[in-house]
């Protein structure tokens, strides 16, 4: 991947996050915000979990087929 891409994604996405931080913030309070925020950062690892665990996997199976 580009690494021209990742930023423009983390220009795009953090603006977004800030902006819907702000509309919930009168409805739910600043702990429900902050549920809403570790959840989010919970998913995002989950993310990346899986996305390691997956390169393990290609890495493995390239080193079994040679």
Not at 15 to 23: K, N, R, T
Not at 46 to 57: A, F
């Amino acid at each position: 991947m580009n690494f021209r891409h990742k930023y423009w994604i983390a220009v795009i996405e953090f603006p977004c996050i800030i902006a819907g931080a702000l509309l919930l913030y009168p409805r739910i309070g600043f702990w429900g915000l902050l549920g809403v925020f570790l959840s989010f950062v919970g998913f995002e690892l989950h993310l990346i979990y899986h996305r390691i665990e997956r390169e393990e996997n290609q890495r493995r199976k390239a080193k079994d087929q040679a």
